[in-house]
């Protein structure tokens, strides 16, 4: 491609080449990339004509929707196009063929599918229909948005009116990893980047656990979702606000899904249990979707030891995520994070994704918890919103990702995982454990 300057729209900001590195590590592992999925469970057939109306109007508001990713010498631009990507797609299902069965080939489908970042759409909309169900399928590349961004995408879908749409635009600020780093003087970010790496060195003490044992190659992204009923959602909250607080849900999340992990692999090799979360730097109702990738990263760890004490590890992860906030640990990444956009993605990734000390893979499984969505059930063109999921690829090791939301008062857990590394009935299992931690009725 014969990039000129008046093509180039944006330049790749750190946290977006965060992300893209991870890209290429999944895509080194044979996968398809760093796609993140969005799902929407529609109650009826939505009005198509005024959906597509309005993935035409967000995408010419925001042209990056366009736009192909590009390397130019060592960093990575949007570009404009000579042939816009399609970004809208439908799948009616056959009359002959079983809906469910025929929704979920699709689905599997998009999710595997592999393309040269180069030419793959940054955002796809999929609109599966049938006699009963309905469902609208979003993948995005991670350095297009991060999954805050594509809630809002979908926000912007869902609202009709024209004026409110227009609130939607673009951050009113650079990219916030560079905003954060303006507010230190240039002794305090080295200080800053000094304590990272002591940081990751603590962390990297340690061998992780890895949830399967498999020496076969990886060959597609396989995914399970689950949701609890509106008393079990309760039941489990109420258990989180008790063990670890209101500001700690997520580190209850993840410390239930440490100790179900080691109900089911006590003979795996490894120290602790390690996991990786995002920091997110953006203003909490700031409505900018795209080119928002405004990610730090931290990291949840347990000795194996702890984990396996349910009173014990909420304790040990309360006392380190306060330990984070304290020391600021939750910025000492930015001054990496800014470094880490002048290596090679190959570079990056090998960084971000290997421990120093063992030159093994750090994660024991990615986390994601998007939180309380508050879409309007009732807001997507001419249908309801019944439910939602997210799906996201994961590198293999560690083949897991494990994501979570609420939706109308229902708590949904979706289980992420690398075939043949893991297969579902291990992950029906992890969910069993899961459930019974969650609830707080694990021993």
């Known amino acids: 491609m014969n990039i000129k300057n008046g093509d180039i729209l944006e330049k790749l900001n750190p946290a977006d080449t965060f992300t893209l590195a991870m890209d290429e590590e999944i895509r080194r592992d044979g996968l398809a990339g760093s796609y993140g999925c969005f799902a929407l469970e529609l109650s009826n057939l939505p009005d198509i004509i005024e959906l597509q109306q309005r993935i035409t109007e967000f995408s010419q508001r925001f042209p990056v929707t366009q736009a192909s990713l590009q390397q130019i010498n060592r960093h990575f631009y949007w570009c404009k196009r000579n042939d816009p990507p399609q970004l809208f797609f439908q ?25 040269a970042r180069e030419i793959s759409a940054p955002i796809e909309f999929h609109l599966l229909t049938g006699l009963k169900k309905h469902i609208l399928f979003t993948r995005w590349l991670h350095p297009y948005c991060d999954a805050r961004g594509v809630e809002l995408i979908l926000k912007y879908l869902c609202t009709a009116d024209e004026a409110q749409r227009r609130q939607f635009g673009l951050p009113d600020t650079g990219p916030l990893v560079n905003v954060q ?34 020496d076969l190659p990886p ?9 609890l009923s509106e008393a079990q959602t309760e039941q489990a909250l109420r258990q989180a606000r ?58 949840a760890q347990a000795p194996r030891a702890i984990v396996q004490d349910r009173q014990k590890l909420f304790a040990h992860l309360k006392q380190q995520n306060a330990q984070v906030i304290r020391q600021q640990l939750d910025y000492a990444f930015l001054p990496l994070m800014w470094a880490g956009a002048w ?43 019944n439910g939602v999921y997210h799906v996201c690829q994961v590198t293999a090791p560690p083949g897991l990702a494990f994501l979570n939301c609420i939706y109308r008062n229902r708590l949904t ?3 992420n995982f690398v075939e ?22 694990g021993e």
């Open 420 to 441: 043949p590394l893991g297969n579902s009935a291990q992950i029906e299992l992890l969910h069993q454990f899961m459930l019974a931690e969650l609830l707080g009725e």
């Open 219 to 227: 060959e597609r992204l396989n995914y399970m979702i689950q949701r």
């Open 91 to 115: 799948h009616l299902c056959p009359e002959d063929r079983n809906e469910e069965d025929f929704q979920q080939k699709i689905i599997s489908d998009i999710i595997n599918h592999k393309q």
């Open 181 to 214: 780093l303006g507010k230190y003087r240039w002794w305090q970010k080295i200080g800053l980047l000094l304590k990272g790496k002591r940081y990751i060195g603590i962390l990297d003490s340690l061998e992780s656990i890895q949830p399967f044992h498999s």
């Open 413 to 415: 857990l979706s289980y």
């Open 242 to 299: 008790q063990t670890v607080g209101l500001a700690g849900t997520s580190l209850y999340y993840i410390g239930c899904l440490m100790r179900a992990l080691e109900k089911m692999h006590p003979d795996n090799p490894g120290e602790a249990y390690c996991a990786p979360y995002a920091f997110n730097l953006r203003k909490q109702r700031a409505l900018a979707p795209v080119t928002g990738n405004h990610l730090s990263a931290l990291f």
């Open 343 to 385: 290596l090679s993605l190959a570079e990056y990734g090998k960084t971000l994704r290997l421990s120093y000390g063992s030159g093994k893979e750090r994660s024991s499984f990615w986390f994601s918890d998007v939180g309380r969505l508050d879409i309007p059930a009732d807001s997507f063109p001419g249908a309801g919103i």
